[in-house]
């Protein structure tokens, strides 16, 4: 038998990418695909701050470190070195949501249409503070990113009324950066046009790890925890029937109701 058209191709890759969703941060919270691409690895590229949060399963890996900003280096040395080796790159959360995943492809497109790549989902941030808060994703909702780096402002907004005038959970990734902090105002004051006041707004910072922090206020009373958003806060607007959640006396939460009580007693 004559050896196939790829042993004879030094152009063929021999090796394979994965995308790698590490979820919010928290060891508990990867999957077990996840840790097994990532232990499976000859070489781990990321960014600094989501391969900090993985040492545990960094043993015999050649691990490639990069500051925010570098994805588009990220990504071509990543596709470069899948060549002809087994290659992760962690994204945090899910690597379809605002991560990696998109990048990788289109770039590979181009310039690596014959490498094998895979995409590995991870809990993504809006699942994750969901879940802290109570059930606010229930029904239908939308995520929108705050950061104007890659999709103009302008965009962002249009996006943010149209979704407001629905009426269903908006949650927002990216709601404010230090030199980026009036488009988050910018947007309350949008919700507050076609949202009643006492809307829930829900706030998860750091969800999942040791600094974790929730909070659930009102659309009318969100600007006072200002300063506790930032880049690692997802913030989650109610939609009309998304409600406060009191189980317990000091213990507030949200919920969005899936809409059994429209057709069922219980």
Request: with cysteine; glycine share 8%.
């Amino acid at each position: 038998m004559s050896p196939s058209l790829s042993q004879n191709n030094p152009n063929t890759p021999t090796g394979s990418l994965a995308v790698v969703g590490i979820g919010p941060g928290s060891p508990d919270m990867l999957t077990i695909a996840a840790e097994k691409a990532i232990k499976n690895a000859d070489i781990v590229i990321g960014n600094d701050f989501y391969i900090n949060q993985i040492p545990h399963l960094l043993t015999k890996q050649k691990v490639i470190k990069s500051q925010m900003g570098k994805e588009i280096d990220r990504a071509k040395q990543a596709i470069t070195l899948a060549h002809t080796s087994h290659v992760v790159m962690v994204s945090g959360g899910d690597p379809g949501v605002y991560g990696m995943a998109g990048l990788i492809l289109e770039m590979a497109e181009r310039i690596a249409p014959d490498l094998k790549i895979d995409i590995i989902p991870g809990v993504t941030a809006a699942s994750a503070g969901a879940a802290l808060l109570g059930a606010p994703l229930t029904n239908d909702f939308a995520v929108i990113s705050l950061s104007d780096l890659l999709t103009p402002r302008d965009v962002i907004e249009k996006r943010i009324r149209a979704l407001c005038t629905v009426g269903i959970p908006i949650v927002l990734y990216n709601p404010k950066s230090r030199t980026r902090t009036n488009l988050f105002e910018d947007v309350i004051d949008i919700a507050r046009e076609h949202l009643a006041g006492e809307t829930p707004v829900g706030i998860v910072k750091d969800a999942y790890r040791p600094d974790e922090t929730i909070i659930v206020t009102t659309l009318t009373d969100v600007m006072d925890v200002f300063d506790s958003i930032d880049m690692h806060t997802v913030v989650f607007i109610g939609g009309e029937e998304t409600r406060m959640l009191r189980r317990y006396a000091d213990a507030r939460g949200m919920f969005t109701p899936r809409g059994y009580h429209r057709k069922y007693e219980f």
